[in-house]
């Protein structure tokens, strides 16, 4: 069955009790119809004994009569036997009418006028046997004569004859009155047994369909259980999985609290270690301090008799304490160059260490280029003369700016520009470049950069950074010992260069030459006006050449 029958608890009550109720009724029907006809019957068969007892009492009563006509003839005493047999049946019949009679108030009347015609027969019958036995034969003929007995007779005949008509006609209308109820019955137990089997299929009907949903639900209820059983066996194994992994995790968190206390014994380590690092950066920048003050200290005092010595070769040199021969001019000469190296290697230490102690004075401010490129070109230009060198530097635009400190861009520069010197065979050349020209696509650039380019003898690429490092030098016995510095040029500028918010970077081919490229932001755009000079060689560069 599709649909299962559901019944509700109303309806289900309401059906039960629906057909109880059907059931009660036939059965109250049936009962009452039983019942009635029992009734029924009973005063049939009364009704029957009343008519029998009617006739009865008139074949006694003919009896009696018998008897004494009997007597009467013969006059033998035997003969009244019957007579009295017939009046003791005579009463037994009357007293048995009553009894039936009952309440019936006219069979009543009718039996009290049987009774008296019954009783003046049988007194005409007792008179006539006394009369005969007293031998007064002829006055017990002359009562008999006188036809009293014979109307008497007939009086409780017509008396018998209405009483058992009245009791045919009862008897007619109780049988059918009997019958009728046979058949209300009948029609009952019929009908009900129809309604019972009516009832019975329909009960059966819903019963079954109840039956079949239940299955059906019992059925889909075994498929749930399987599905229930096999999800219990998934859950008892996820169970068991999940004991697994809580065993992992229990072991798990176990070796992060071990881990969790190695960390917090690292970080109290750490921490130990932190303090101590910062103790040793403040003992540290305690040391970088007194190093630059010793630095700082240091140079001055050199500086101071260095100077002197200066001075005092100078007065020799110009003979003021008395004239000089060659020789001595020579050592003088030799004094001087080397005192001027001292001062300048002074000059770079106190620069490095007033950088690195972050004591350097800058004064920013928009450079402009062409100024700084000839104020250099006419301290470099005697060096590239000197080696016969070709130096060129570009004609800018005199609004082309940089922002820098003007006196540390041309430091940078010149270092850049002397190592070039130092590290370019003669008749080589070294060309300053500048990326910023008054093309629009370039005025809109943040950073001006200043190219230096030589064709000397080159860096490896390995060494390109170390360069930039205090006190390297590649190749240190190639440079001639005039030329020898202490390799802090490159570290100076380069600092220099970042502390103007620049850089300054180098690429080489060895044996082809190096660029170095310094880079710088640029600076607010100045009134445009030709380049201030033409430059000391060449038509569009300023060149020096030997
Ligand atoms: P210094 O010139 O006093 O030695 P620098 O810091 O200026 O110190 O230079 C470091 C080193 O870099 C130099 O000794 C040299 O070996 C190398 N160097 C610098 N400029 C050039 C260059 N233009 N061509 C080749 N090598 C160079």
């Not at 006028?113 to 031998?135: D, F, Q, Y």
């Not at 000469?333 to 102690?357: F, M, V, W």
């Not at 609004?399 to 520069?413: F, G, M, N, T, W």
């Amino acid at each position: 069955m599709g649909a299962g029958v559901r019944l509700t608890n109303l309806q289900r009550v309401g059906s039960v009790a629906g057909i109880a109720g059907i059931v009660m009724l036939l059965g109250i029907l049936t009962f009452d119809g039983i019942n009635s006809t029992r009734n029924a019957r009973k005063i049939v068969a009364a009704t029957h004994r009343v008519i029998e007892a009617t006739q009865a009492t008139l074949q006694d009563v003919t009896s009696a009569e018998a008897g004494q006509r009997g007597y009467m003839l013969t006059n033998d005493e035997r003969y009244l036997g019957p007579y009295h047999a017939a009046v003791l049946a005579i009463t037994a019949d009357t007293t048995t009418l009553r009894q039936l009679a009952g309440a019936d108030a006219q069979q009543r009347l009718q039996l009290d006028t049987l009774s008296a015609r019954i009783g003046v027969k049988l007194g005409e019958l007792a008179e006539t046997i006394r009369l005969g036995r007293a031998g007064l034969r002829d006055s017990a003929l002359a009562v008999v004569r006188s036809n009293l007995g014979n109307n008497t007779m007939d009086d409780i005949r017509a008396t018998l004859y209405t009483i058992t008509n009245r009791q045919q006609a009862l008897l007619a209308e109780r049988t059918n009155g009997l019958e009728r109820r046979y058949r209300i019955v009948e029609a009952t137990v019929i009908g009900g047994t129809v309604a019972a089997v009516v009832i019975a299929l329909l009960l059966n009907t819903l019963l079954t369909r109840f039956a079949n949903s239940q299955a059906d639900a019992a059925r889909r209820l075994d498929a749930q259980n399987v599905e229930l059983a096999d999800a219990n066996r998934m859950l008892g194994e996820q169970t068991v999985e999940l004991e697994l992994q809580n065993q992992q995790l229990q072991e798990q968190a176990g070796e992060l609290e071990m881990q969790s206390e190695e960390l917090t014994s690292s970080v109290e380590e750490l921490q130990l270690q932190t303090a101590m690092a910062e103790e040793a950066t403040s003992h540290a920048e305690e040391a970088n301090r007194a190093k630059s003050l010793f630095l700082t200290t240091m140079s001055h005092e050199l500086r101071t008799p260095l100077n002197a010595i200066g001075g005092y070769v100078d007065l020799l040199a110009l003979e003021i304490r008395g004239p000089l021969v060659e020789p001595q001019r020579e050592d003088l000469r030799r004094i001087k160059k080397s005192g001027q190296h001292l001062l300048s290697l002074i000059n770079d230490i106190l620069n490095l260490a007033k950088i690195e102690s972050g004591h350097l004075d800058l004064h920013i401010r928009d450079v402009a280029l062409s100024t700084v490129f000839e104020n250099v070109d006419a301290l470099v230009a005697p060096q590239f003369d000197a080696k016969k060198i070709i130096y060129v530097y570009p004609r800018c635009d005199a609004s082309l700016r940089v922002r820098a400190d003007s006196e540390k861009l041309q430091q940078i520069l010149l270092n850049l520009l002397s190592n070039a010197c130092k590290f370019t065979a003669e008749g080589g050349s070294v060309k300053i470049e500048c990326d910023a020209n008054s093309d629009s696509a370039a005025d809109s650039r943040e950073v001006v950069s200043i190219s230096i380019r030589d064709t000397g003898r080159g860096i490896a690429s390995d060494k390109l950074e170390e360069i930039f490092e205090p006190f390297v030098q590649i190749d240190r016995h190639l440079t001639g010992a005039s030329q020898q510095g202490v390799g802090l040029g490159l570290a100076i500028s380069r600092d220099l260069a970042r502390s103007m918010f620049g850089d300054l970077v180098a690429t080489s081919e060895p044996g082809v030459g190096t660029t170095f490229v310094l880079s710088l932001p640029r600076g607010t755009r100045g009134a445009s006006m030709p380049p201030s000079a033409e430059p000391a060689r060449g038509n569009s560069d300023a060149v020096s050449t030997s």
